[in-house]
């Protein structure tokens, strides 16, 4: 353990004393109450029929505890708020889009920055953008064209495959086996990523996309050294890389606990070196960076300044003027703070310290979870529902059957989610059928995470008796948002 030259450190006289206890004291105070409402078991049971057995489709009010994403639902700070009132809502030039571009540069050392609405409003952006200068400098070709990833998040797999695009994916062998532990469970095969370039042939890869952390294999990290070897590659075969990086400072906490030479680096200089291994910045900004609405785009350098002036040109037809992208100027002053508090170490900590909570109360109770990683607990549900095929979709039973028992909503990883390729509408193989219950930021306390493991108790105990689901609505895209299901009888 680090040892601190600072004989008074009150950060340290909470972590002793937090260290006797399970679990990290929150460093933060709750000052804003948003009530929440209890509802019966008759009255869930209804409301889930209604929406057709897809608690996506549920009106929020009816939920107890939501679990559904940390995407935009937790906590702001009141630094976040206060920044809120100093927006310039300018129509072009805001002074707001200067602070934020400013804040991006510093953080991430990425010189030109468009706001947009989310992260998919930056996915809609540059995949095209990408694509077109490919077609144009290296002749690819649209029936080879294919994407690399350790693991696509489900709307960067959307918008490539609108585009035309295969997707793959190469994470590491043990990314998906629940019942190993590993530091850095995110990172890319780096051999296997080799060998899918040389197959494919680098002039038909428009980019490449490392995504920190790798959401769908549980939040878990991936190593700088692995992002710096898939940088090295991916510029051997001439492939731009771009960094998908909502929760770049989950990543960056996880390598400073966990690699080698990285702890007694600052969260900020984890991340600053992180971001030199791409050369395109695109984030959901409401994950790490805390905000309700807000997403970036941004480029290291002038090196794809073509694709940058396409990106603003396809930003003005789709997201909005680039100084602003979708965004009223509060909301990128809320933005530039968010993405400075996103790096407190003493929030990661607890944040992380909440997951690892969580895991351990469920295991404690025989439920089968993958390691602990950033932002959400992954349950196996293939594991707790091995009578239930794939195609009949155990993760999402389970979350169907949270929400009855208890209220909880949460959301399935698995072959849902993961959807059909969509030139052969064949099944993709998941590579685990999943339960997510993610954690929205200072949101929820320890005793709604106790009533979640009690929950769960009581699912286990009646987990023999469920059904599967098939599709009465089936969405050709993005399927898992709003389609809807019978019970298998
Ligand atoms: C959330 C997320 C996105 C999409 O962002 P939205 O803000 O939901 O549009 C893209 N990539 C990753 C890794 C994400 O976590």
Known sequence: MESSNNAFSQNNQAKDLSSAMRYIAEPYRIRVIEPIGQTTRSQREEALAKVGFNPFLLHSKDVFIDLLTDSGTGAVTQSMQAAMLMGDEAYSGSRSYFGLKEAVEDIFGYQTTIPTHQGRGAEQLYVPSLIKKREREKGLSRDKMTVISNFFFDTTQGHSQWHGCKIVNVPVPAAFDTKVKADFKGNFDLDLLEKTIEDIGPKHIPYIVSTITCNSAGGQPVSVTNLKEVYRIAKQ?????????ARFAENAYFVKQREPGFSHMSIEEITHLSFQYADVLAMSAKKDAMV????????????LDDVYQECRTLCVLLEGFPTYGGLEGGAMERLAVGLYEAMREEWLESRIGQIQYLVDGLEAIGVQCQQAGGHAVFIDAGAIL?????????????????????????AEIGSLLIG??????????????????????????????????AAFQLVMNGCQNLKGLTFTYEPPVLRHFNAQFVEVA
Do not use: N, W
Not at 237 to 245: E, F, G, L, R, T
């Open 237 to 245: 075969y001439d492939i731009p890389v771009v960094m998908d990086c």
């Open 292 to 303: 309700p609405i807000g997403g970036l785009l941004a480029f290291k350098d002038d090196s």
């Open 386 to 410: 091995p009578h239930i095929p794939k195609d009949q979709f155990p993760g999402h039973v389970l979350a169907c059957e949270l929400y009855r028992v208890a209220g909880i909503r949460s």
């Open 420 to 453: 059909r390729d969509p030139s052969s509408g064949v099944q993709l193989p998941a590579p685990a059928e999943l339960l997510r219950l993610a954690i929205p930021r200072a949101t929820y306390t320890q005793a709604h995470l106790d009533y979640v493991i």
